[in-house]
């Protein structure tokens, strides 16, 4: 059983967890991730490493509450345990030969990302950040952005906060500006790194993307994960599980990504109100 050390509410759907996973925390590095279970019936749900400590030995976990699953967990209180916590899982973020990069965050995805710029930030490299939210309401970790970064741009689709627009408006400018970089590092909605993809491609900077497709065990057994990608003219298969979660932004079919990531909407919607319901009745 793995202890819940500290709980935070981040904004009314997101959640910041501490766990206490002191194997897990001494070995995890940014980018990858973990699978955990809430209980002994409970499905596996990977979820990012958002940071760790290995002096007391606990890993940062943030999640949205969007399914079943992540209903139950927010349920659990600090002081309390949960059943599984295996990891860490896939590739770490490649960092060598980086010294400027932009990160591209959007919503939740911003809590993959902020890992990722810390670490840059601390390997000396120039970090440009760009997080991008629907509202206000929803913005999650500014402040730990705005200190691992050398530039932070904070966008909302609904101008209620920083600049009006998503996130590739800034992008766009620098790159139309003739400003470089060595690599942009994407991670948020599938939607949105498409795109991100689409506004550096005119320009040639390569574009790394961190792909979170329905995953299973987390070992490349179940095929669940599974992406394609054009590589050289063939089409490939990679499991997003042990072949990334990184890949390179040029490659992804996003489109076939997306539907595959629909297949089970119905099925976790039903998932979703049948556990919240168990709660108002209790």
């Known amino acids: ?49 958002a940071g760790v400590n ?15 699953t992540t209903e139950l967990l927010n349920h659990t209180e600090q002081g309390e345990a949960i059943q599984d916590f295996v990891g860490p899982l896939g590739q770490a973020t490649r960092t060598e030969g980086i010294k400027k990069v932009c990160i591209v965050g959007g919503g939740v995805g911003c809590a993959i990302a902020m890992p990722v710029a810390q670490e840059f930030h601390r390997l000396g490299a120039q970090v440009t950040s760009v997080i991008g939210f629907r509202s206000r309401d929803l913005l999650i970790l500014e402040d730990e952005f705005r200190a691992c970064s050398d530039r932070l741009f904070v966008m909302t689709d609904d101008g209620s906060y920083g600049r009006h627009g998503n996130v590739t408006v800034p992008l766009k400018e620098m790159l139309e500006s003739g400003e470089t970089f060595d690599e942009i590092i994407a991670i948020g909605p599938l939607i949105m790194m498409k795109f991100v993809v689409a ?40 499991f997003a599980c042990v072949d990334g979660p990184d890949f390179n932004g040029y490659e992804v079919d996003f489109d076939e990504a997306m539907s595959r990531g629909r297949m089970y909407a119905d099925f976790e919607r039903h998932a979703y109100e049948e556990t919240c319901n168990l709660f108002k009745n209790a």
């Open 199 to 238: 506004a550096a491609k005119p320009f040639g900077v390569p574009v790394t993307v961190s792909m979170n497709p329905i995953m299973i065990d987390g070992t490349g057994m179940c095929g669940g994960c599974r992406l394609t990608l054009d590589q050289d003219g063939r089409r490939v298969t990679r």
């Open 54 to 68: 290995p002096d007391a030995g606990t890993v940062k976990i943030i999640f949205q509450i969007v399914g079943a």
């Open 1 to 49: 059983m793995y202890r819940i050390v500290t709980k935070k509410a981040l904004n009314p759907t997101v959640t910041q967890m501490e766990i206490e996973a002191p194997l897990v925390a001494r070995k995890a590095r940014p980018g990858q991730f973990i699978i955990l279970r809430v209980d002994e019936e409970g499905e596996r749900i990977p979820l990012t490493v």
